[in-house]
Structure formats: structure tokens, C-alpha cells
């Protein structure tokens, strides 16, 4: 129960956008961008393996990150309660927008697997994928960043 909580806790904080006005969702610059990049290509380039993990169902907590755009911003939300089928994810968003408002916390949404910006799963309390965390820990606080660290299956 404690490691679903944490996992609530990190899905809900990882939304990565800039806004003068941002939620608690939204980080604001302090990471490299060039790194964001290639975590995002790494999760497209591997998310077949995720596929293949989430229709195993051995996992669990399974999520997605969508990029919504509204007027010309980006925000990116993890999706929850994940499913795949004909070539699409669908879920849940998780989080409140900060940018966009043409979705809302808790509405299903679905994208193409080509077009999502990360995925991840927990499995014996271990985070896979989630990419797009990893050049975020830099403007997280220390001991944070340590915790995030130290549940990565892969570092």
C-alpha cells in the first residue's frame, strides 16, 4: 500500500511543462532539454517492451505520459489505468492541468503508441521505464532525487 502511495505521489508530480503560473504538476525549466529529448525517443524506441509487459499483467501501477496541445502549449500527463488496443493506449489523466484546458483530471483520453512521451510500471517495488524522470532529479532536492534513484529498476 505505502509503494502505491509513492507511486500516486510520483505520477502526479511529473507532469513536465514551463508556466509563469504552474501547479505543483509542472516543473519549470532547470533540466537539460537535450537530454528530455532523448529520454522521450528512448521510451517511443522501447514501448513495445511495455506493451508486451502490460498485456502480461505481472506488473503493476502501468502508466503512460500524453502530450496534449492547446493553443500552441505542450503539457505532458501521466495516463492511468492503462490499456492497449488496436494500436492505441488508453486511460485516465492524473493530474490537474496547469497549461492546457482541453482536458481535465480524470477524463479518459487515448493516443497512438508513436506518440507518447514515456512510459513505466512497478514491478517488486521497482519503477521501469520513466524515462523522462531522470533529467528531472536535477531540480529535485537531494534526498528526493536519491529516493527517485533508488526505485529506478534500471539507473
Not at 519549470?28 to 522501447?46: F, H, L, N, P, V
Amino acid at each position: 500500500m505505502k509503494m502505491i502511495a509513492l507511486l500516486s505521489t510520483l505520477v502526479i508530480t511529473l507532469a513536465v511543462a514551463g508556466c509563469d503560473s504552474k501547479p505543483e504538476t509542472l516543473v519549470k525549466g532547470g533540466y537539460d532539454e537535450a537530454e528530455m529529448s532523448a529520454a522521450t525517443e528512448r521510451a517511443i524506441s522501447e514501448v513495445d517492451t511495455f506493451i508486451a509487459e502490460l498485456k502480461s499483467g505481472q506488473s503493476e501501477s502501468y502508466a503512460v505520459k500524453a502530450p496534449i496541445e492547446d493553443a500552441g502549449e505542450v503539457e505532458h500527463f501521466w495516463l492511468i489505468g492503462v490499456t492497449y488496443a488496436d494500436g492505441r493506449f488508453s486511460g485516465t489523466i492524473n493530474n490537474e492541468p496547469g497549461m492546457v484546458s482541453n482536458v481535465k483530471m480524470g477524463q479518459q483520453y487515448s493516443l497512438s503508441k508513436t506518440e507518447i512521451s514515456d512510459w513505466m510500471f512497478m514491478r517488486d517495488g521497482k519503477m521501469h521505464g520513466n524515462y523522462t524522470l531522470r533529467p528531472l532529479l536535477v531540480t529535485m532536492p537531494e534526498s528526493q532525487a536519491e529516493m527517485y534513484r533508488q526505485m529506478f529498476a534500471d539507473p
